[in-house]
């Protein structure tokens, strides 16, 4: 398997814990009833609660960027050394991220998240059809 859908599986790993430690913070704030339903009333109660669900939010949105990226690079066979770091990149500054968010670290944070885009964008040029790099 090529690196970069090692990185896309490792990923989604990532977005799978991420969840997990989501739903454990929440099962510890709310009653049982209440997460088994609708959680029609079920409101952020903890800091860090809040923190996890907009980290989770945050992570989908970079993957629906980078999912397609790497898809679209494997199937025109762009792989290439730019799509390997670009893909390890945006591992390695999510991985990274997802804590600096839940504890509420503000610019190694940003700093973070900005790494994790510049990933995105390595992958990016090495699929745009006109940037030669395709």
């Known amino acids: 398997m090529a690196l970069e859908l090692s990185y896309l599986v490792s990923a989604v790993i990532l977005y799978m814990v991420m969840i997990a430690f989501q739903a ?8 049982l009833a209440d997460m088994a339903g609708a959680r029609d009333t079920i409101t952020d109660k903890g800091v860090m609660l809040g923190r996890a669900r907009r980290a989770n939010a945050n992570m989908v949105e970079a993957m629906l960027m980078f999912v397609p990226l790497v898809l679209v690079a494997a199937i ?4 290439n050394g730019m799509t390997e770091i670009g893909a390890g990149l945006f591992l390695a500054a999510r991985i990274i991220y997802a804590p600096l968010y839940w504890f509420g670290v503000p610019w190694l944070r940003t700093l973070a998240w900005a790494a994790g885009l510049a990933g995105i964008i390595l992958i990016l040029l090495q699929v745009l059809p006109f940037s030669g790099a395709a």
Do not use: A, K, Y
């Not at 454990?24 to 009653?31: K, T």
């Not at 025109?76 to 792989?79: A, L, Q």
């Open 76 to 79: 025109t066979g762009s792989f």
């Open 24 to 31: 454990v913070l929440s099962n510890g704030q709310n009653r």
